[in-house]
């Protein structure tokens, strides 16, 4: 099943905000190993599409911003968005 559209910031946060069971306003801008692996799994579970990214991809995913830009990119590449 697939979703129109890519993910947008609030749906970056709040997707952050479930591990670790915190509320969207405490999480930071900046992404852990951790969160980045829990993100991308979860755009992937989402959007029912298996992210082919790239060193560069990842370098610019540390940052909620950076990810949201990433994740668009990616998505539009894989066909979404």
Same mark, same amino acid.
């Given at each position: 099943m697939s979703h129109p559209g890519a993910p947008d910031r609030g749906d970056i946060i709040a997707m952050l905000a479930?591990?670790?069971d915190?509320?969207?306003e405490a999480v930071p801008e900046?992404?852990? &190993?951790?969160?980045? *692996?829990?993100?991308i799994t979860g755009v992937e579970q989402k959007y029912d599409v298996t992210l082919d990214l790239s060193e560069?991809?990842? &370098?610019?995913?540390t *940052?909620?911003?950076?990810?949201?830009a990433a994740l668009r990119d990616a998505l539009a590449g894989a066909g979404h968005g």
């Open positions: 479930v591990l670790g915190r509320a969207p900046r992404i852990g &190993s951790l969160e980045l *692996t829990w993100l560069d991809d990842l &370098s610019r995913m *940052t909620v911003s950076g990810a949201v």
